[in-house]
């Protein structure tokens, strides 16, 4: 939740409340074949979030960006009110890497691709900002470590494109740290 006051001009204040919920599932060990066992190391990664804002004539929220639907930037669709929806498969290409860099203050650990599916909306004073937009989209993450064993990061490129629309394809770099 967030509050905002009438200050420097304005003469109305503005609410605001958001979040998201996310939910990573690996797969059941699925047998002894190799197949099998690369299957079974793989991730499915769930993505819900929404936001709303009042007044509701406003444009407080993008509905692009890396953070959220990857395949519109921050100014194709604002709004004050928006939904999104996210499916990932992290799929590891490397895992157990021990390659360190300059002298072991970074390191890589693991690499994962992560094709991706994002849908999503905005809506001012209640209707859309346009159709219900649908993004496919593949990732890159790189699980990196610092300093031999303090902290890990994941470095995220991302490239996505909305399928119902003649928006650019959209190329997002972002460094996430766990909490």
């Not at 002894?32 to 299957?39: E, G, K, Q």
Request: with cysteine; proline share 4%.
């Amino acid at each position: 939740y967030q509050y905002g006051l009438p200050i420097f001009g304005t003469e109305q204040s503005f609410q605001q409340i958001y979040g998201q919920i996310a939910y990573v599932q690996s797969m059941p060990n699925l047998g002894d074949s190799a197949f099998m066992r690369w299957l079974s190391e793989t991730r499915l990664a769930f993505r819900a979030g929404g936001a709303v804002a009042w007044p509701n004539d406003g444009l407080f929220f993008a509905l692009g960006g890396g953070d959220n639907f990857r395949g519109f930037d921050l100014a194709q669709r604002q709004g004050s009110m928006l939904w999104l929806g996210s499916v990932e498969w992290r799929v590891p290409l490397c895992t157990n890497i021990h390659t360190d860099f300059v002298d072991h203050v970074a390191g890589v650990r693991n690499i994962y691709v992560a094709p991706f599916y994002d849908v999503g909306n905005a809506y001012v004073n209640g209707h859309e900002q346009g159709a219900i937009a649908h993004a496919v989209g593949a990732g890159l993450r790189v699980d990196v470590t610092w300093l031999g064993l303090i902290e890990r990061t994941t470095l995220r490129f991302d490239i996505a494109k909305t399928v119902n629309g003649s928006y650019p394809v959209q190329f997002w770099f972002g460094i996430q740290h766990p909490f």
